[in-house]
C-alpha cells in the first residue's frame, strides 16, 4: 500500500465550558474529539461516519487548521501540519480542501462566482490576472455548470448547482486531499446522487482523495473505500466498507446499520431495528468505560462490570470487549 497522505494520530480537541473559576480554569470540558487516529491514502474515500454531536465536524475543522488541536498530530505527506503558525500552514491549505455542508452559507452572496473562483487563484498565485477568467470558466465547466453563467451571484443557482459551485472553488486551488463535510445532507435526494457522482468523477479525473463526512449510511456505502465509526468523541470501528456493511463487529456500528432502508420490501418488512435505548450522553460528562454502554444492546455478553468500568481500546477493527468474529450478527437490511 502507498504511504498515506493524510495522517492523524491520537487527536484531541476539548473546548473550555462555562465561566472559569479557581486559578482561571474552566468550569468544564467539552470533549468534542478524544484520542482518534486514521489515515487517507492517495485516491481513496474514507468516510467518518456517526450521529449529530459525536465529533466528525470538528475533527475535519482540527485537520484543516480551523481548529487548534488539544493533543495530537495531524500529518500530511509525513510532515506535521499540526501547531503550525498560519504562514508555515500556506503550502498545506492549498493541498487540503473543505466543501461544506451549507453551500449558501459558505460562498459569499455579494460576489460572482466569477470572482468567487478567481479570488484563490489570485491568492495563491495560481493564475495571472488575465487568465483567472478563463481558468474560472474551466472550474465551472468541470463541475457541470455552464460557464458562460460566470457572472451570475449565487442566489441564481439552485441548492445543487451552489454545491457544484462550492465543488469547484475547492478545486481551484489544485487540492490532494477535499475533506466534503456533510456535502449532501442539505439537498433533495435526487440532488444528492448527482453530486456524489460528480465527485466520484472528479476524483478519477485529478486522481483526490476525500474524507467524507456524512450520517447518511446509504451515501456513505457508495462512495467510500473504507469507513470509520465514530461515537462521542471516539473512533468505535474502522474497516473497509464491504466488511463493514456485511459483518459489522462493533454494537453501535450494528444499531446504526440496522436503521438503513432496504431498497427491496420483501427484505425491508423482515428488517430487524435495533432500538438505541436513550440519547447520546453528553461530551461534557462521557460514561465511564466504554462510552457506549448506557445505550448498548450486547453489554449483557461481557463478563462482569468490564464495560462500566474498562474503556474497550480499538483493536484490528473495533473497540469493544467483544471479541470480534468472522460472522458477527449482520442486521437484516445488509444480508
Ligand atoms: Fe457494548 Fe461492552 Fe462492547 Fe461497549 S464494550 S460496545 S458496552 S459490549
Known amino acids: 500500500m502507498t504511504s498515506p497522505l493524510l495522517q492523524v494520530r491520537d487527536l484531541h480537541k476539548h473546548f473550555p465550558v462555562g465561566s472559569k473559576g479557581l486559578f482561571g480554569r474552566p468550569a468544564q470540558m467539552l470533549r468534542a474529539v478524544d484520542g482518534i487516529s486514521f489515515d487517507v491514502h492517495p485516491g481513496e474515500t474514507l468516510g467518518l461516519v456517526g450521529e449529530s454531536g459525536c465529533g466528525k465536524s470538528t475533527c ?21 501540519i499540526s501547531g503550525l503558525s498560519r504562514k508555515e500552514r500556506a503550502p498545506y491549505r492549498r493541498k487540503i480542501q473543505m466543501i461544506f455542508q451549507d453551500p449558501y452559507a459558505s460562498l459569499d452572496p455579494r460576489q460572482t462566482v466569477a470572482s468567487i473562483l478567481a479570488e484563490p487563484l489570485k491568492i495563491h498565485y495560481l493564475a495571472k490576472p488575465r487568465e483567472r477568467r478563463l481558468h474560472a470558466m474551466q472550474l465551472l465547466d468541470a463541475v457541470g455548470l455552464n460557464p458562460r453563467h460566470i457572472h451570475r451571484f449565487p442566489h441564481e443557482f439552485s441548492g445543487g448547482q451552489r454545491q457544484r459551485i ?9 487540492p490532494d486531499l477535499i475533506i466534503c463535510d456533510e456535502p449532501v445532507s442539505a ?29 447518511d449510511l446509504a451515501v456513505v456505502r457508495h ?38 432502508p432496504h431498497p427491496d420490501p420483501k427484505i425491508e418488512r423482515t428488517r430487524e431495528r435495533i432500538v438505541l435505548e436513550g440519547d447520546v450522553p453528553s461530551p461534557l460528562d462521557p460514561p465511564s468505560g466504554c462510552r457506549f454502554h ?16 474498562e474503556e474497550p481500546a480499538l483493536g484490528a477493527r473495533s473497540a469493544c470487549h467483544l471479541p470480534e468474529s468472522a460472522d458477527a450478527p449482520s442486521p437484516a437490511a445488509h444480508t
Open 60 to 80: 475535519a475543522r482540527t485537520i484543516v487548521g480551523l481548529h487548534e488541536p488539544t493533543a495530537g498530530t495531524v500529518m500530511y505527506e509525513g510532515a506535521e
Open 166 to 174: 462550492g465543488v469547484a472553488r475547492a478545486l481551484a486551488m489544485e
Open 187 to 215: 439537498l433533495d435526494v435526487s440532488i444528492q446522487a448527482q453530486v456524489v457522482n460528480l465527485l466520484e468523477e472528479l476524483q478519477e479525473r485529478f486522481g483526490l482523495s476525500y474524507l467524507f463526512i456524512a450520517h
Open 223 to 260: 462512495i467510500c473505500d473504507r469507513i470509520a465509526v465514530m461515537y462521542l468523541g471516539k473512533i468505535v470501528e474502522i474497516a473497509e466498507r464491504d466488511e463493514l456493511f456485511e459483518n459489522p463487529q462493533h454494537p453501535y456500528t450494528r444499531a446504526l446499520l440496522s436503521a438503513v
Open 294 to 309: 448506557p445505550r448498548c444492546v450486547e453489554r449483557g455478553r461481557v463478563t462482569g462490570d468490564r464495560c462500566v468500568h
